[in-house]
Structures are given as structure tokens and as C-alpha cells.
């Protein structure tokens, strides 16, 4: 699988959006990006996944650059229960098993 | 209902013991994965596996192996156990139905060898 680049860390204030960007460079066509998080102490949880259009689900969404090299997790209104690690990955496809970056450790501040 | 569990919790044992960490799945799943979290936190998948086929992680010591007695479970058995085998196993589940896309974890075993 390709490789994802994340940043190590950020902050954000409770009730306000945040943007988790991701970089893919080296993506190819037919990889999906996934996107899981880990609150402390539990197993990873699936959040989204998408191709090449944005896509929106009750948790999240997902905006993909054009030529799909980075991509963007957007929480609209991080609460205290979002702090994670959150994970970018990329699949080649659905029998794939993951690969675990570092991911981004969200910090939420009340 | 917990759809993906593990037993035990967590697991204290010596080094060159063997021992066993449990994973069941009531999602009607019919792939199966262990990944392993290390202190530094990154996950690494250590195996997949279905009623056809096993994958497994080239990295993997051949001292683990996972057993299906059926598809609902997927238990890891450790043999000769070291050190550096502490670390939280997670048991994760893929369907190939609507969430075929996502998989399901458990909640992890802290294994911790002395």
C-alpha cells in the first residue's frame, strides 16, 4: 500500500470544525482512502472512506483533492469525545488488509 | 451486544509460556484479522483470514498462529512467548455485505510478558 503522511498532532477548541489533512503522493488509481480513529484505550473505528468524490457520513466528511494526492477529514464540531488518533490509509482494495500509519493525535480543548 | 469481542482483557504471563487470546464476532463476518499495537502505539496487521484463506504478515514470527474453529472466532495462539511479544493484540472483522469497507475492531488484549 502506499504511503500516507500525517501531521504528529493538533489542537482544536470544542465546538468548533477541524481540518485533519492527509498526503498521499504516491496514490494510485485504484487505492481508496480510509479514514479510522482510536480513542484511548479501545480498538480503532472505522470513520469514512472514498475514491475521488467528497463524501459525507454522520461522523465526518471526507474532501479529496483533485488529483487525489492529499485529502482532508473535516469534523464540523469536534466535541471532547473526538479526541484520537486518527488514521489515513490507503486500500487497494476491499480484501486488503490495513496499513497503520502514525496518524494525527487530535487533542480537544473545552 | 458487542459485536467484536476478546478475551481476556489482559494477560500477564512469563516468558517462554504459551498461551492463547480468544476473538469472536457475532456480525456474520467472514474475514478476520489480528493486529498487533506496540508501545510506540503503531498498529501492524499481523494476519487475515476467511473460510478460504490465510494471509499472513511475512514479518510474523512463526510462533503465532491463528486457529478458526469456526467463522464466528479467530483465536491467537503464542508459543515460546519473549519480551518484545508485549504489546495490545486487536481482533478486527470485515463483512461482504453494506460495511463491506470497514472493519470492525475489538476492544484489545494488553499482553504483558515478564
Known amino acids: 500500500d502506499a504511503k500516507t503522511t500525517q501531521p504528529n498532532s493538533m489542537e482544536s477548541n470544542e465546538e468548533e470544525p477541524v481540518h485533519l489533512p492527509c498526503n498521499h503522493s504516491?496514490?494510485?488509481?485504484?487505492?481508496?482512502i480510509h479514514w479510522y480513529r482510536q480513542l484511548p484505550s479501545q480498538g480503532p473505528e472505522y470513520v469514512i472512506h472514498?475514491?475521488?468524490s467528497n463524501v459525507n457520513n454522520r461522523m465526518a466528511s471526507l474532501a479529496i483533492a483533485e488529483d487525489r494526492k492529499s485529502s482532508t477529514l473535516i469534523l464540523h464540531r469536534a466535541t471532547l469525545r473526538d479526541a484520537a488518533v486518527y488514521y489515513c490509509?490507503?486500500?487497494?482494495?476491499?480484501?486488503?488488509?490495513?496499513?497503520f500509519g502514525g496518524g494525527t493525535r487530535l487533542m480537544v480543548k473545552p | 451486544d458487542t459485536a467484536v469481542s476478546q478475551t481476556p482483557k489482559y494477560l500477564v504471563t512469563q516468558m517462554g509460556n504459551d498461551k492463547s487470546i480468544k476473538c469472536e464476532q457475532n456480525?456474520?463476518?467472514?474475514?478476520m484479522y489480528w493486529y498487533k499495537q506496540d508501545s510506540k502505539k503503531f498498529l501492524k496487521i499481523m494476519f487475515s483470514y476467511n473460510n478460504k484463506e490465510l494471509i499472513i504478515n511475512e514479518t510474523v514470527p512463526n510462533r503465532f498462529s491463528p486457529k478458526s474453529p469456526d467463522k464466528a472466532h479467530l483465536n491467537l495462539h503464542i508459543n515460546s512467548l519473549e519480551l518484545g511479544d508485549s504489546a495490545v493484540y486487536f481482533c478486527?472483522?470485515?463483512?461482504?455485505?453494506?460495511?463491506?469497507?470497514?472493519?470492525?475492531f475489538g476492544p484489545g488484549t494488553r499482553l504483558t510478558v515478564l
Open positions: 490509509i490507503l486500500r487497494r482494495n476491499a480484501g486488503n488488509m490495513l496499513t
Open positions: 478486527a472483522s470485515r463483512g461482504l455485505t453494506r460495511t463491506r469497507n470497514e472493519q470492525f
Open positions: 472514498g475514491l475521488t
Open positions: 504516491t496514490i494510485s488509481g485504484t487505492d481508496y
Open positions: 456480525l456474520g463476518h467472514d474475514t
